[in-house]
């Protein structure tokens, strides 16, 4: 492929062949500057804050081959580091039959003939990764800041500063003009910015600054041309400048990934590359020099070796891969033995008479440890796994906001909306209603005026705990809370500007269905959770939500297949559609048995207390409402039963009294000064696709996500093809968002909650003041202080399915190809004989006991 020349460059004296017209580079560097941007995955804002693998746009090559890149191209870690893999091998928690079965599983270890010995010599040696540099890297001549900030530090400081003001909607008072999209926003603010050449030693930075090109793509194109590099190498350059500003190309990438749900294009991705991209051109405008000069050949030298830099950090990073295998072998044999102490279920009737109570909860690993203690205290509750959004492909709009919340999982479009009206009883629900609507309008709008700027800052994500400094004297009484944080239940944000008259009466409501629609809606939702096929008396719908104070991520602690949204509104639609007198008329015709007596009830667990809330209770009959006050004894001793579990984990006694322990938990939620409210889904490590009856009774301490399938009752497969394509999809972006924050939080987590400023309201965290936008999660989200409390593993997926029915959906899916077929996750299934079979390219084969 033809180099195209730096200025000053000879041609070399052989003849040439033809170069290629400027049409046709054109269009190269465009194609080159698209792949770049399709490596880089979103992160969802503050308000939405779902859990997202960081590595999703790269799952079509292996994990050690994106591990190797991105160690070549950003200096990031994909795979544990290896102190704390020595750390388990010293202390036990990798076994030495864990290496040997992981060496085993391994064929490439074998064919470089690695051996045991080799690999626990490698835990006392760093990787010792090649790594390939940027132009701005090769002219800096302080790289080490000591005099100054160097280049990097300093260009990455004023284009992440630069995209704060730009994309800030709603947290700055004084808003600028946007008229020519980012590129052209950031190429005004700098030729504008007389402090930024001072702060990088450069007082010639204005004639640099004359050279840069008015558009993005005439900027694209003039660096490109300036830089020389070979172009099988352009794509991974431009990749590795994205890189340097990893988190706001995140958030670029979140605008592209909501633009194309719409139907639409965004280029935002695109005008950062430019900007930093043009950053070095700018910087080679001012240093001539023949210094300079050797720099820039000596990027070019370096980039021309870049393949063989990419290859050697693959072999070097074989060891990490083969202990990362051990690493996880440990986990899945203890998994194997307690899913196989599990006594076989006799086969049941759909709905066994001594079943009084079915209760579906979210998959969230947080409800497993609830639905195991729920079943132990009263045996005739069945609780089922689904996700948490029920089904509902909804987007909420509060009473007198202009808001439209997803409430579904971010990998999909809303195509229903829900709006809150204020309803006391069913008729109210009708135009019956309509004449309360306006005055709790007036009323929520009014309190939203008089609460003013700062009161909003304590509800929405810019509660940081940096905003206290901020505000001073005024937050003195919110401070006196937090001084002695109350034992109060959680508050609902959604309840925020209500009056207290009209907050218990606000209800979400479905909008723009027919009954046809609602019948068709409400049977696609119990046939995949399994409850066509007979119903108890009372059913419930079991949302989950956390609750913490000053907490600028709080959302990644509530429902991630709601959309960094409790799963509230969502439960409270579907037992409304479901207990509609017509919908069950039609759902009864449709061959649903649906006894005149039984009820469906919305509930929330609060994952932080566990505690089960029961939601618009006044709406049901007092059959209803018995069977739900005989249900509080169960769930007050299941709560406890949990908190007990968690008490050590949080550092409390779990020997206090249940009362006491309750109180001492619902402070911690209240506590603004409490960085740990709850560990969340750490330590998450396995998502079971399975009926209840194959984990009845497993202690699975809170690390396994628990989905409901019945393979007798999906003959055709459909309901395993979403099962693999949706929940199993979410649950890989949460064990992985878990994992690359741990094994490396400076650059896939968001560093110390303490030191957090929220960026435009809601977009994201700075730690600090400035550098790039943070993503990933918090240090105290994964550390207690004093060891790691998540285990970086990949997720081990176990099926209860037939072989072929598995394979045929790897087969129709991408995605589902690529995460099993290049290791991003391990697929079980349960074998014929009771044991498990585990599927390897391609392959099933038993795995040992």
Known sequence: MQTLLAPGTEPSAHREPPRPSDADVDRRIDAACAQACRAIAPAWPLDRAIAVNPHWERIGSSVRRVAARLAVLGDIRVFPPRERLREAWASGRISAADLDAALARHPDARAAGLDAAQAVAALDRAPGLPRLPLLIDVLDDDPQGRRRLSWRQAVTHQVSQVCAAYFDRHQADWQPERPGGLYAFWRDTLTHDHGIGALMGLPELARGLAALPATRVQAERWVLRRLGLAEPAWADYLEAVLLTVNGWASWCAYLAWEARLAGRDD???????????????????????????????????????????????????????????????????????????????????????????????????????????????????????????????????????????????????????????????????????????????????????????????????????????????????????????????????????????????????LAGLDLGAKVELGARVLHTMGLDRGLAPLVLLVGHGSQSANNAQAAALDCGACCGQTGEVNARVLARLLNEPAVRAGLRARGIAMPADMAFVAALHNTTTDEIEGLDLDLLDAAARARWARLQAVFVQAGDQVRRERAAALGLDARRPHAALLEQLRRRANDGAQTRPEWGLAGNAAFLIAPRSRSRGAALDGRVFLHDYDPAHDADGSVLELLMTAPMLVTHWINWQYHASTCDPQRLGSGNKLLHNVVGGRIGVFEGNGGDLRIGLARQSLHDGSRWRHEPLRLTVVIDAPAAAIERVIAGHAAVHRLVHHDWLHLWRFADDGGFERYVRGRWSMVAD
């Open 267 to 509: 280029e935002h991705l695109r005008d950062l590359l430019a900007i930093r991209l043009a950053w070095g051109a700018i910087l080679l405008e001012c240093r001539d020099d023949r210094a300079a000069q050797r720099a820039f050949v000596a990027l070019q030298v370096e980039w021309e070796g870049a393949p063989g830099r990419l290859q050697q950090a693959e072999d070097a990073l074989r060891v990490d891969e083969v202990w990362q295998l051990a690493y996880e072998a440990g986990y899945q044999r203890d998994l194997a033995r307690r899913l196989r102490a599990v006594a076989p279920a006799p086969v049941e009737p759909a709905t066994p008479a001594c079943i009084e109570v079915q209760a579906a909860f979210c998959i969230d690993v947080r409800s497993e440890r609830l639905r195991r203690a729920v079943e132990s205290v009263w045996p005739a509750v069945q609780t089922i796994g689904f996700a948490g959004f029920f089904g509902l492909p909804v987007a909420y709009t509060p009473l007198a906001t202009e808001a439209r919340r997803p409430q579904l999982p971010g990998l999909l479009a809303p195509a229903l909306d829900v709006s809150e009206r204020v309803a006391a009883t069913a008729a109210d629900f009708g135009p019956a209603g309509d004449t309360l609507q306006a005055p709790a309008r007036r009323a929520r709008l009014g309190r939203f005026a008089a609460a003013g700027r700062w009161g909003a800052g304590t509800v929405w994500p810019n509660a940081a705990f940096s905003s206290v400094e901020a505000v001073g004297l005024g937050y003195l009484g919110r401070l006196a809370q937090w001084l002695r944080p109350p034992a109060a239940a959680r508050r609902p944000l959604d309840g925020a500007g209500h009056a207290p008259r009209y907050r218990p009466l606000c209800r979400p409501v």
